[in-house]
């Protein structure tokens, strides 16, 4: 009897309870959506790379190495020579391997010079491949594969020529070998939409007439570059994948341990851990915020029955007179703030969802960050109920009041 009263009573006061729902329907949506967004980019930032279980370089730090050889942040200590990388290409445990060479930027986006092995072997998501937007990739010595957010920030398209300069931020140009463009990567939300990838033997052509960091006054033709022994002296790191997940450690181990230069490999699994505990103190803020935007939904919802309570009085006074004791009276105001809520978290859940089935693909094209739609994990149902909970308790101040009304009143008919 007293949820049909507590319905009964919802349902008179259509309008404002409908308000009041709403509201807290969009809180419990922004709180659910938040958390939503901050475990799919946990889950996308962790998906940086994958299927690379190595990352080797000069000897330095795992998140100095991951920075600049993955996120092309910051610069190396010191280069890998030519002659560490075939030794360790040579390894029984190597599958495959992939060296990257950095230094060069165009219009302060990094080059990267690497071999065509590059977009067979870079994987991000779980093991996507990169997928080409348009064009093609490196089949020329002087080919250019650009990222999406290049292409999108320079207006580039394929057939565009590029000049690469000369370090970062560095007025120097390699005039005189324009690059171009030959492909365009789709948008992957990994440092590869900021990147221009060359040829690693690229790298070495444009560098041909420089010496010590400088320009010499030579000029040597495109033709006789062309004809020249391109393979580089050293590259800035390397993507190493082992035949065998068992083989890593002992890879890791003799890489770390390898005599003729010091040299470091790290698991990027366990760097971008490292890593996230340095930038993801922004995902507690977001909680925070979102967590506050669910509070003030109840304290509005809280100040909506305060509000209503001395319009209520002649209805509560009707109960009394029926026999509800004021007991039952502070019963049906937590069970109507109850309902309330329970209403609003399941209209914010479908609200969720239903964004995101919609701008789930648009997300992805923009921001190359993919949010799943699954069921409510444990956890969040967790926290639903807690709201639920939490709108029992917030009512219990007005429904107290509304108590204490009934016994001052004595709530008989004498109206």
């Known amino acids: 009897m007293i949820l049909r009263l507590a319905f009964g009573s919802l349902l008179a006061r259509a309008l404002t309870v409908g308000m009041t729902i709403l509201a807290i329907a969009l809180s419990v949506t922004l ?3 938040v958390e939503k967004v901050r475990t799919g980019a946990r889950a996308s930032f962790a998906d940086t790379i994958s ?5 080797v370089g000069a000897r330095s730090g795992s998140v100095q190495l991951l920075l600049y050889s993955v996120f092309r942040i910051g610069n190396a200590t010191n280069n890998v020579s030519w002659q560490s990388y075939q ?6 445990e190597v599958d495959w391997i992939v060296p990257i060479s950095l230094g060069d930027s165009h219009r302060q986006f990094r080059v990267m010079g690497t071999t065509p092995q ?3 072997r870079y994987q991000y998501r779980g093991g996507r491949a990169l997928d080409f937007a348009s064009g093609h990739g490196l089949s020329d010595l002087y080919d250019a594969v650009i990222g999406a957010d290049v292409a999108a920030t320079l207006g580039y398209r394929v057939g565009d020529p590029i000049v690469v300069s000369h370090g970062i931020a560095s007025f120097t140009q390699h005039e ?3 690059f171009r463009v030959a492909g365009i990567v789709a948008k992957t939300g990994t440092p590869v939409d900021r990147t221009v990838i060359v040829g690693l033997n690229a790298i070495e052509a444009i560098h041909v007439d420089w010496q010590s960091g400088a320009k010499t006054r030579n000029t040597t033709p495109v033709e006789a570059i062309r004809a020249m022994d391109l393979t580089p002296t050293a590259i800035t790191a390397a993507l190493v994948g082992t035949k065998s997940r068992l083989q890593i450690f002992g890879l890791q181990r003799w890489v770390n341990e390898y005599a003729e230069e010091p040299l470091l490999a790290v698991m990027p699994g366990v760097a971008l851990q490292e890593l996230w505990q340095i930038v993801g103190v922004a995902e507690t803020a977001l909680i925070a915020v979102s967590g506050m935007v669910v509070v ?3 304290l509005g919802m809280m100040a909506m029955i305060f509000a209503s309570l001395n319009e209520r009085r002649r209805e509560m006074a009707i109960w009394r007179a029926m026999g509800a004791s004021p007991v039952t009276i502070l019963s049906m105001l937590v069970l109507e703030a109850m309902l309330m809520t329970a209403i609003g978290a399941c209209l914010g859940i479908v609200l969720l969802y239903g964004g995101l089935a919609f701008a789930r693909p648009y997300i992805d094209a923009a921001f190359g960050l993919w949010l799943p739609i699954e069921p409510p994990t444990t956890q969040e149902a967790l926290v639903l109920f807690g709201v639920v909970v939490a709108a029992a308790v917030a009512s219990l101040l007005p429904a107290l009041r509304a ?11 004498r109206i």
Not at 51 to 55: K, Q, S, Y
Request: glycine content about 8%; charged content about 20%.
């Open 176 to 178: 005189d070998q324009p």
């Open 31 to 33: 709180f659910m959506g």
């Open 51 to 55: 299927g690379t279980d190595l990352i």
């Open 296 to 298: 003030t939904a109840l």
């Open 87 to 92: 030794d360790i290409a040579a390894r029984p």
């Open 118 to 120: 590059f977009f067979d």
């Open 403 to 413: 108590y204490r009304l009934s016994l001052a009143d004595g709530m008989v008919v």
